[in-house]
Nanobody
Framework: QVQLIESGGGLVQTGGSLRLSCAAS????????MGWFRQVPGKEREFVAS????????AAADSVKGRFSISRDSANNTIYLQMNNLKPDDTAVYFC?????????????????WGQGTQVTVSS
């Protein structure tokens, strides 16, 4: 089994920055690609960014390109999401996810493990 623990969420003003972390424990050898999704009440979970293992390939949603970047520390089974120039529309619960497939993916159903989520709130 794999556990994913997110951290780094919080409240920030428009234009500010946050860095999310997601640490995998348990049996991280079971997972390959990892990613970030976000969700607001009443809406479907939305893809943010994904990265392969060991991190040579990545993908990001158009809405965050140029502002967010995903990275990976494979030695510590941890991924990061650096979020810059945050906007109120970025307010959501951010979830870390991991999958057994090697390639990055923006499809939630392709992920096998999920974290509990961390709240990000951007004030105007």
């Amino acid at each position: 089994q794999v556990q994913l623990i997110e951290s780094g969420g919080g409240l920030v003003q428009t234009g500010g920055s946050l860095r999310l972390s997601c640490a995998a424990s348990g049996r991280p050898a079971f997972i390959a690609a990892m990613g970030w999704f976000r969700q607001v009440p009443g809406k479907e979970r939305e893809f943010v960014a994904s990265i392969s293992r060991p991190g040579y390939r990545s993908a990001a949603a158009d809405s965050v390109k140029g502002r967010f970047s995903i990275s990976r520390d494979s030695a510590n089974n941890t991924i990061y999401l650096q979020m810059n120039n945050l906007k109120p529309d970025d307010t959501a619960v951010y979830f870390c996810a991991a999958r057994k497939g090697l390639a990055p993916s923006g499809i939630p159903n392709e992920y096998d493990y999920w974290g509990q989520g961390t709240q990000v709130t951007v004030s105007s």
